[in-house]
């Protein structure tokens, strides 16, 4: 969803291929069998985050170029999406639905949605007066933290119903990409 988001904010053409996770068409292009991959020409990426870094890279949009102070606070943004928000849903999903079943902890998602609200309070402290991360840019970071908290909502995870994160992620969602995103996915 992340990537399509992205794809979307660029308003570049695209393909979707709905091949499953170790699939025939997957496994030839990734032997690790995981999705989703990004593939340009010859040029195969897996891992969503690379994917929509490349992209914004190859584009020279919805990122500060590399190397640059701004660039730095971006990929802050970014890592720590992917780091607490990310690493908090995850770990609930796989002890949820994903570990077999005599390998789950269900326990742990007490501590993934502490880690989560956790995580909320820095992104409230870290937002500013937005109205995005990197302030009047929006930028893949926004992406990241945005589709974690999609995922927030479908995890049944606890989010704020009025004040600046309700505010920051119903922003996100108000944008055309966000929407198209949304209308592929469904349809
Ligand atoms: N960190 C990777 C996660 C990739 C991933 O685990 N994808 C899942 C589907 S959402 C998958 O392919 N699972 C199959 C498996 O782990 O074998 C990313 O962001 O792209």
Not at 72 to 95: H, R, Y
Not at 102 to 114: E, F, G, M
Not at 139 to 166: E, N
Request: proline fraction near 6%; include cysteine; aromatic fraction near 10%.
């Amino acid at each position: 969803m992340r990537v399509i988001w992205m794809l979307e904010e660029l308003g570049e053409a695209y393909e979707l291929d709905p091949a499953l996770p170790h699939s025939d068409t997957v496994k030839a292009l990734n032997p690790a069998g995981t999705v989703p991959l990004l593939v340009d020409g010859d040029l195969v990426v897996s891992e969503s985050i690379a994917m929509c870094t490349y992209l914004a890279d190859k584009h020279g949009k919805l990122t500060f170029p590399a190397g640059t102070p701004q660039r730095a606070i971006q990929d802050s943004f970014t890592f720590f999406a992917a780091d607490v928000l990310e690493g908090a849903l995850w770990t609930a999903a796989k002890n949820t639905f994903i570990h077999p079943e005599d390998i789950r902890v269900p326990a742990i998602k007490d501590v993934c949605r502490y880690e989560f609200q956790k995580g909320l309070t820095i992104l409230e402290q870290r937002l500013g007066e937005g109205p995005y991360v990197m302030g009047e840019t929006f930028t893949l970071a926004d992406i990241i933290i945005g589709h974690c908290g999609g995922w927030a909502v479908t995890a049944k995870f606890d989010l704020p119903r009025s004040g600046p994160i309700y505010d920051y992620f119903k922003r996100l969602r108000q944008r055309p990409a966000y929407k198209a995103m949304m209308e592929k996915v469904a349809g």
